[in-house]
């Protein structure tokens, strides 16, 4: 890896509280819900606030004893965490991206405690690992559960494996119980091989393809060494075509629902004190490529009036970007398409960032011919998104003519809002409730609902079935950095939940 690790500064993700039903089935201009007012009552009502609900919870439960299945929903789950975590393309930090050689090596061991969990594993040809077991019931839809394998770079070690890691474990505890052949459909886990988009800018590959919304298209979809999906995957042995990425698909007919892990991201779980939460819905996405382009020239020489500096212009381009999404309501007008419920939603979820930034030729004696840089951008409404989109854009074109450089944007990846299914996810508020249960011996309040700021495979899975997820706390609410930490007893929780969630389908 070329890149130098800077020093680290911590910065806590968001996500939104949501309120304690699901209910809203419509993510459009008429999504407004005070969310922060379910975080304030949850704060009110839960008696564990900022509390560890696991302090001295060795002595409560006994730590690894059997009936709650320490060793392997705790003990081995922590340990396979940290191995995967050591799974890496760089040097002294985690970066794993789609089809790298640590990708590789990661999917193969995956695979491998599939195989351990007494599962029926293959990988595909978007290198998604699948693990199955059958059920008794012959011909029964299939329960998919899932998270990724792949990691943004300098990566925290329980994004996308803590789903998958609690997936496997509890399936072992039902092989190792003997009761695995006890459940009535059969479960498939899928360890997706790309939802971070860090390589291809374009996320969710791997679960698109299966969920079938993944377009032809995407396979010529250059990386920065200029190399073609449909190469990477090559160079891997996997032998894509159109055709074969169209059998990729699942029938959506056989499939009962998905479900999926994943820590939080965000701090409300830490703030309520629980350790699981139940995901209502994901906000919208859309990732830009901008380019702006001036003229190259030398640094000492041309006067600053005569300037036409890509550089300058982006700094400009950034801070208006911020602006807007700092207060959308003085950007937008009002007409049937966004009312005060568009405005009020964008105000509680709208989010951009600029996170990656590139000049051409980048020497200091330069004034640049070019710059690109990235906008991502989310909120949970997706009509608001769209009209924050288009004054994003016309601010963009005002700026570029006024500075006399040209301004392209490319869109590269949108993903609508996503609503979680309502009685999936009353299910995994069951399992979720029971595991703490078991855990510390104590009745708590119902585990909160919360909204998703970040994105989740669970997105392109809604395109095949219905969707439900399961949050766990993070320290912080850090992640997308090293800093990312999940506590044991946490992880835990999680194996617990998703036995008990299994335990439903016996
Ligand atoms: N869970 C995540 O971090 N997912 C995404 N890749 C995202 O939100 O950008």
């Known amino acids: ?51 560890d609900v696991y302090a001295g919870s060795e002595d409560i439960v006994g730590g690894g004893s059997t009936h709650l299945y320490g060793e392997i929903l705790k003990d081995e789950a922590v340990a396979r965490l940290r191995e995967l975590g050591e799974v890496s393309d760089a040097n002294g930090y985690l970066e794993r991206t789609f089809m790298s050689p640590a990708s590789v090596r990661a999917a193969n061991l ?28 012959r011909g029964a839809e299939a329960l998919l559960i899932g998270s990724h394998l792949d990691t943004v770079i300098d990566a925290g070690i329980f994004d996308g494996s803590l789903g998958i890691i609690s997936a496997i474990s509890a399936l072992k505890v039902l092989k190792e119980t003997a009761r695995l052949e006890k459940l009535k459909r059969p479960v498939e886990i899928i360890a997706f091989s790309d939802e971070e988009g860090v390589r291809f800018q374009s996320t969710f590959l791997g679960s698109a393809a299966l969920a079938g919304v993944l377009p032809a298209s995407a396979l010529n979809t250059t990386d920065k060494s200029g190399a073609t999906l449909q190469d990477a995957l090559k160079k891997n042995r996997f032998a894509i075509t159109e055709e074969s990425l ?14 999926e892990v994943h820590i939080e991201q965000g ?123 288009y004054e994003l854009s016309n601010q963009i074109y005002q700026i570029c003519d006024t500075r006399s450089v040209s301004c392209n944007i490319d869109r590269k990846h ?40 970040a994105g989740h495979d669970a997105m392109a899975m809604a395109h095949l079935t219905k969707v439900g997820m399961l949050f766990v706390r993070c320290r912080g609410g850090v992640s997308h950095s090293p800093a990312e930490h999940v506590l044991d007893d946490d992880v835990w929780a999680a194996g617990l939940a998703m036995l008990a969630f299994l335990e439903t389908h016996m």
């Open 414 to 453: 949108d993903a609508n809002a996503v609503l979680c299914d309502s009685e999936l996810s009353s299910q995994l508020k069951i399992a979720a409730n029971a595991a703490i249960q078991r855990l510390t011996g104590e009745i708590q309040d119902e585990v909160p609902v919360l909204m998703s700021g």
């Open 246 to 259: 169209r059998q990729l698909k699942y029938d959506p007919q056989s499939v009962w629902g998905y479900v």
């Open 1 to 51: 890896m070329s890149a130098r690790k800077p020093a680290h500064r911590q910065l806590a993700a968001v996500n939104f509280p949501g309120p304690s039903s699901a209910r809203n089935t419509e993510m459009g201009c008429s999504s407004s819900i005070p969310r922060l007012l379910f975080l304030l009552l949850s704060l009110t009502l839960s008696p564990a606030y900022l509390v």
């Open 267 to 389: 701090p409300v779980l830490e703030w309520v004190g629980f350790p699981l939460g139940v995901v209502e819905g994901i906000a919208g996405q859309t990732r830009l490529k901008i380019t702006v382009s001036g003229s190259q020239g030398h640094a000492g020489t041309v006067p600053m009036s005569m300037r036409q500096d890509p550089m300058a212009a982006a700094a400009e381009l950034i801070l208006r970007m911020e602006t807007i999404c700092k207060n959308p309501k003085q950007f937008l007008s009002y007409d049937s398409q966004c009312n005060d419920a568009t405005v009020e939603s964008l105000s509680n979820s709208l989010v951009c960032t600029v996170g990656e930034i590139s000049t051409w030729p980048s020497a200091s004696n330069v004034i640049p011919g070019q710059v690109t840089f990235t906008v991502d951008l989310r909120a949970m409404d997706d009509m608001g998104r769209e009209a924050i989109l």
């Open 110 to 137: 995956i695979r491998q405690w599939m195989e351990d969990a007494g599962l029926t594993t293959w990988i595909d040809a978007m290198g998604n690992v699948h693990g199955r077991v059958d059920g008794s019931i």
